[in-house]
């Protein structure tokens, strides 16, 4: 047997060995809320889009800002800034609307401005720590990508109605 047909057939037993299995990873949606670095997982995320007129609605927090019109879906919408205890700030050109959706439950979150879709290994997400006891269910965990640490909210516990 020639020497290049040993190459050729000893490239295609390498090939046939199973692959090491790859370390998850989860995809996420980074954006800005004040000046921290928050994400959702893509999957969670229905669309977003530029700041639309909405409803005012009596008799619910202040961080729910009203309703708004989706395609014939009527969406409440939350003021992430309010719903963290941060200052109310008027909307700029950077403000989005996240529309997050978890079976039938819908909602718009106001954020102050995307960053950009985050790739981020399970290795690399810490727990929520121990010291972060009020909104613990809200974190799932904190991401270290590059030299940045994000806060992985559940999309989940966004959608949960507690008032």
Known sequence: MSSQLKDVLQKQQEQKKPAVEAENIIQLVAFIVGSEEFAVPILSIQEIIKPLEYT??????????????MRGWVIPLVNLRLKFGLPYEKPTDLTRYIVIRNQEERAGFIIDRLTEAVRIKESDIDPTPETISQDANLIYGVGKKDDRLITILRPEELLQKNF
């Open 56 to 69: 005012r609605v009596p008799g619910v927090p202040n961080y729910i800002l009203g309703v708004f019109n």
